[in-house]
């Protein structure tokens, strides 16, 4: 079946560090894959997406390339941010199925 | 533009009372809405679907039931709380008729502790 590996937290990091999540999936066909973002006290909310194979998703510095033949979509930002600390989840849609598949969601913290 | 509202933010009931969580969307017709929990250790996992009044579509066996009595209201309850039903809420919403999946909305949550 569909499922979405992420890399356990916390992740504690230094302002200006470089970040990355690490997120492996398996799926069936090609599925979109997704990054979300909750900040402390607030609802996830969509962080950034790939569709299909060597898309690369970006925002807000962060960016995630879709590696089909890794089945890989790790998150990464050359230099993070104190506000940048929250949880951070992969997922993935497969087909016209409308549920997504989540990871269980990574912390990171990065100090000042 | 549109807006989610879940309620209350907290919530901490004993162990066999009811429960009733609400979700509204405003500035919108006919959206898709979810119910998530976020239970420590386990992610996210879908409860509850619903694609027009009175349609749900109930993802996992539980102790849970929702309702959508309106076409921006969802609703998510339980007559008798177990302690596993602890955890973190969410309440979302995705553009219709096509069920897409990936342009979800989230709530702020409701954290849900049953002693």
């Known amino acids: 079946g569909n499922s979405v590996t992420q890399m356990e937290g916390p992740v504690t990091l230094s302002e200006e560090a470089f970040l990355t999540i690490n997120c492996t999936y398996t799926a069936t066909g090609y599925p979109s894959l997704f990054w979300y973002v909750q900040y402390p006290g607030e609802g996830l909310q969509l962080l950034l997406k790939a569709t299909k194979a060597d898309d690369k998703g970006s925002n807000k510095g962060f960016e995630a390339t879709y590696r089909k033949e890794t089945t890989s979509f790790h998150l990464e930002k050359g230099s993070v941010q104190v506000s940048d600390s929250a949880v951070y989840f992969c997922a993935l849609k497969a087909g016209n199925n409308r549920k997504l598949i989540w990871g269980l969601g990574t912390s990171l913290a990065v100090n000042p | 533009s549109q807006t989610i509202h879940q309620w209350p933010a907290t919530l901490v009931q004993p162990v066999g009372s009811p429960l009733s969580l609400e979700c509204t969307v405003e500035g919108t017709s006919n959206p898709n809405l979810y119910w998530y929990r976020q239970a420590a250790g386990r992610g996210l996992q879908l409860l509850f679907y619903s694609v027009g009044i009175g349609q749900i579509s109930s993802e996992v066996p539980q102790n849970l039931s929702a309702s959508r009595p309106q076409d921006r209201q969802f609703i998510l309850s339980s007559k008798k709380l177990l302690l596993s039903d602890s955890g973190f809420y969410l309440c979302?919403?995705?553009?219709?008729?096509?069920?897409?999946?990936?342009?979800?909305?989230f709530g702020s949550g409701t954290q849900l502790s049953v002693l």
């Open positions: 979302a919403w995705a553009p219709g008729p096509t069920p897409t999946g990936e342009k979800l909305f």
